[in-house]
């Protein structure tokens, strides 16, 4: 599923493209693609006729395209497949071409939202007085955030008395961080996944948090990770991270800071990457 820097690298290109354009007509070619409008396909279509689209906005993994003059949004969640793909209108229809939306300038393109797997979905939403799709707003802010507050992050997560990969995937904690981009930053601050919250100093939090921006900083520089042809910018170009991976699908390979052989370990139906050397397990105490 797209991360932090995959949404962000799409949010980027809506902005370019999209951004500031007036709806035409909105035509939805699958049901599931909207299964989160409750009033149905029909309904979505025809509320996002003759709006204006405004600048796009993130958090966390999640993205939306404000309606100017309205306090609505359509809330995008691109799932393990989703696409949001700007197209020529002469460009053939994608195999999995689930909702087209058209505009009304004469700019030649339209948007397209593509899911093979239909995980994903496009759904309308009141916002709240900070702009957010209602939906989303319990979604803590990311760590690329300006307003992201490191000291309070420091403290739920003590709090949480958790284990810290689990504390980067909890959204309500830190958002956008996933199963990725936590083995990558643990891995450069040399932490174990099974590390316990409770035992991080404010110090060792302030590192760790920067590993995650740096981490994330350095997938937005050149497109997010791409494993398979399904996460593609709105281009449908493919972004290439995960040629710089330092510990994420690296089993077996020797560790980039020690030569140690990488390890892969089940984590709640994911997997964790990890140094054995330079990430030591914690000891248990009886």
């Not at 932090?4 to 370019?16: N, S």
């Not at 204006?52 to 100017?68: A, C, N």
């Not at 496009?122 to 990311?142: C, F, K, M, N």
């Not at 316990?196 to 520089?221: C, F, K, Y």
Request: with cysteine; proline share 7%.
């Amino acid at each position: 599923m797209p991360e932090l820097p995959e949404v962000e690298v799409v949010r980027r290109g809506l902005e370019r493209w999209v951004a500031h354009r007036t709806v035409a007509d909105a035509e939805v070619l699958h049901p599931r693609a909207v299964r989160r409008h409750i009033a149905g396909p029909d309904d979505f279509a025809h509320r996002l006729k003759g709006h204006r689209v405004g600048t796009p906005s993130r958090r966390g993994k999640y993205l939306w395209l404000p309606l100017e003059d309205t306090d609505q949004a359509v809330l995008a969640h691109l799932g393990m497949s989703g696409q949001l793909l700007v197209q020529p209108h002469e460009t053939p229809a994608e195999k999995h071409l689930r909702v087209r939306v058209r505009f009304t300038d004469a700019l030649g393109t339209e948007l397209r939202f593509v899911d093979q797997r239909t995980f994903g979905g496009l759904s309308l939403h009141e916002t709240t007085p900070d702009g957010l799709p209602d939906v989303i707003a319990h979604i803590a802010r990311d760590p690329l955030d300006p307003l992201f507050d490191d000291e309070a992050f420091h403290l739920a997560m003590r709090r949480k008395r958790t284990t810290v990969k689990r504390a980067l995937l909890d959204q309500s904690l830190i958002s956008g961080v996933g199963n990725i981009y936590a083995d990558e930053a643990l891995w450069r601050a040399r932490l174990h996944y099974e590390r316990p919250t409770a035992t991080l100093t404010r110090p060792r939090t302030t590192e760790l948090l920067g590993h995650v921006r740096d981490v994330m900083n350095a997938a937005l520089a050149v497109g997010g990770t791409s494993f398979d042809s399904l996460y593609v910018n709105v281009n449908g170009e493919s972004g290439y991270f995960d040629r710089s991976l330092d510990a994420y699908g690296r089993e077996g390979l020797p560790c980039r800071r020690c030569a140690t052989p990488m390890r892969r370990r089940p984590w709640m139906n994911r997997s964790s990457y990890f140094c054995p050397k330079c990430q030591r397990p914690p000891r248990i105490t009886p």
